[in-house]
């Protein structure tokens, strides 16, 4: 089960859609962003989100760079696939995430290195995961409001979070009954509210109680200990190997965001003491809306920059 155009309202998304088969999971299709030309943009999305998160800075960086913006597996446009064929886990989104950029470089013609990674939430855990198996294929990090690490000492979930990812059945019910966990990130995430049609296209992909399994598995997969399946993406030690800690880094980082608050940015600076930080004080989650021509024009610079500073 997928999503059709006449489905989704999407304001600013004039994108063409294009899909890659897993048929190591029956099948299911995932859903893909491929615009422009030049170096690749790898940018992911996080949870309860999708691709359409992006639109603003592919519509500005397809000019320079061949955006690639999938979506995950059950989320946004990609299929609904049954649990009895996917598993809705980090691992096998990390899988899926290698399998699609193999494809890509095999045979859509996508470089082999050069890529940039751009993060948010989940996708900056993915991405991250993906990117220390593999460090060679990436050229630069540019990462916003995430984490790819154990939480910082000191930092406890949001109870909301506690109880739907280990409360028992009542809250994970709603979670899937009801699309209030995205009706509220589209509303607490950002700091200036969105206009109405953006909003409405933010949570469009999860009307359906059938749309909304991944946005409760997700959450019941946040890793807080070695007992948890998706620790082994985040148990990278106290510190980064030198090729990924070399590697130029742009964190744009919302200030007033209700779980990944200061104590992450704080991490991502020991680990990667040479990025450059661009605070935005006033945004929230979703840094890049409430900050979305600050993002744009800082994103751009930095591609610029370090783009000319490793040729």
């Known amino acids: 089960m997928s999503l059709t155009e006449a489905e989704l309202p999407y304001p600013d998304y004039d994108f063409a859609p294009h899909w890659f088969e897993h048929v190591e999971h029956g099948g299911a299709r995932q859903h893909y962003l491929d ?11 996080g949870n309860p989100s ?8 592919v519509r500005d960086l397809r000019a320079d760079h061949r955006c690639i913006v999938p979506d995950h597996i059950g989320m946004g446009r990609s299929d609904r696939p049954d649990e009895s064929v996917y598993a809705y886990t980090a691992a096998t989104r990390l899988a899926d995430l290698e ?8 045979e859509r013609g996508l470089p082999s290195r050069g890529w940039t990674l751009v993060g948010h939430d989940w996708g900056g855990i993915i991405g991250m995961a993906a990117a ?14 995430s984490a790819a690490f154990p939480l910082p000492p000191g930092h406890r979930l949001p109870w909301y979070l506690r109880l739907i990812r280990g409360g028992g059945r009542p809250p994970a ?4 009954r009801t699309n209030a966990f995205a009706l509220a990130a589209s509303r607490l995430g950002v700091t200036t509210a969105l206009p109405a049609p953006v909003r409405r296209a933010y949570v469009a992909p999860y009307r359906d109680r059938r749309q909304r399994l991944a946005v409760l598995r997700f959450i019941q997969d946040i890793p807080l200990t070695s007992a ?5 993406l985040i148990d990278v030690g106290p510190v980064e190997a030198p090729e990924m800690s070399a590697l130029p880094m742009l964190v744009c980082w919302g200030g007033r965001d209700p779980v990944f608050d200061h104590r992450f940015l704080a991490e991502w600076l020991r680990r ?40």
């Open 35 to 45: 615009e422009g030309e030049g170096a690749p943009l790898l940018m992911l999305h």
């Open 132 to 145: 220390r198996r593999r460090p060679a294929w990436l050229s630069r990090i540019v990462m916003l409001n």
């Open 228 to 232: 948890d399946p998706a620790w082994p």
């Open 99 to 106: 399998r699609l950029v193999r494809h890509l470089v095999t």
């Open 272 to 311: 990667f003491p040479a990025a450059e930080v661009q605070l935005f004080p006033h945004a929230g989650h979703f840094v890049q809306e409430d900050a979305r021509e600050e993002v744009i024009a800082q994103v751009r610079e930095f591609l610029g920059r370090s783009t000319e500073g490793r040729s």
């Open 50 to 57: 999708w691709s359409y998160m992006w639109r603003h800075l």
């Open 173 to 176: 019910w709603f979670t899937h």
